[in-house]
């Protein structure tokens, strides 16, 4: 149960994060808030590590920095597939890739969840397919001038490419060991970090940012930091298939805050979509 809580923890806080994300982003390009949300979630890290405690071991340390570069390239990719593809499908797309990936993972490394998990599990990659479909609506066509964005091959590939690597960012975290503490999430962050700092140096967008921009990327350092520290613990204390499975329901959390802060429409897909995510959480937790 204490695992399941702590995925739900890991859920809400990439949710939020991103919620505030993509506020920030209607001010400056993602790629720019990152670049500055990343480095502030390493130091808070890099603060807690050692309050923590923990024997940093390299086995770990290099899991650690594995998921970093996945995680780094996964951001890339994926606002990559966002600006050339439709919403509606990749981010759908991703999502199921970021929840299977490690679901086949567990398995495949012997994992046996209970008949109760495995309906959960269903459900969820259902849900997560459900909530995370975005119809496209005015705020779209004005950032596109009207052009028709479309699935093309690379697209595909990039959206296929960003939820695998989020997906082994997963299970790479979870082959860390619990006594190295917060150890390999100071890896991750510092391998993250390069990742998307020469990704927005090559793309010319390695620029500063001021004022309410500025203070979201801060917001978004701090939650990315308590979104990973829970599901680090999570994957320790549980199977890589059910905390993975939960920690990528996080477009609910998203969801519920757009709704409930800026008044967007939910559609009755996504509504479906999170009643589903209640009951898979309540299927694994029961497990």
């Known amino acids: 149960m204490t695992a399941v809580l702590l995925a739900l923890v890991a859920a809400a806080g990439y949710g939020v994060s991103d919620f505030f994300g993509g506020v920030a982003a209607r001010r400056v390009t993602a790629l720019r808030i990152v670049v500055v949300s990343y480095p502030i979630s390493g130091l808070l890290v890099l603060a807690l590590a050692p309050l923590v405690g923990g024997n940093p071991d390299l086995a770990s340390m290099g899991w650690g920095l594995a998921a970093g570069v996945a995680s780094g390239l996964a951001v890339w990719w994926f606002y990559a597939a966002l600006a050339r593809g439709p919403m509606a499908v990749v981010s759908p797309l991703t999502a199921v890739l970021v929840a299977g990936i490690p679901v086949l993972a567990g398995l495949v490394i012997g994992e046996r969840p209970g008949a109760l998990a495995f309906g959960g599990i269903a459900l969820a990659l259902l849900a997560v397919v459900l909530v995370s479909r975005e119809a496209p ?3 779209t066509e004005e950032i596109t001038g009207g052009r028709e964005l479309r699935f093309t091959r690379s ?3 990039l959206t296929v490419g960003s939820g ?10 979870h082959e860390t060991h619990a006594s190295a503490g917060l150890w390999p999430l100071v890896a991750q962050r510092v391998a993250a970090t390069t990742v998307v700092w020469l990704t927005a140096l090559a793309a010319g967008e390695f620029q500063t940012l001021r004022g309410e921009p500025l203070r979201l990327a801060a917001y978004i350092g701090v939650l990315d930091t308590i979104a990973n520290a829970a599901l680090l613990y999570a994957f320790h204390g549980s199977l ?3 905390v993975s499975v ?5 477009p609910a959390a998203t969801v519920l805050l757009a709704m409930v802060l800026l008044g967007e429409r939910v559609g009755r897909m996504q509504q479906v979509g999170m009643l589903l995510a209640l009951v898979a959480v309540g299927l694994i937790a029961a497990n």
């Open 137 to 139: 609506d005015d705020v």
């Open 155 to 157: 697209v595909a590939l």
């Open 164 to 173: 695998a690597a989020f997906g082994f960012a997963f299970f790479f975290l």
């Open 240 to 242: 890589l298939s059910l």
């Open 246 to 250: 939960i920690g990528s329901l996080y």
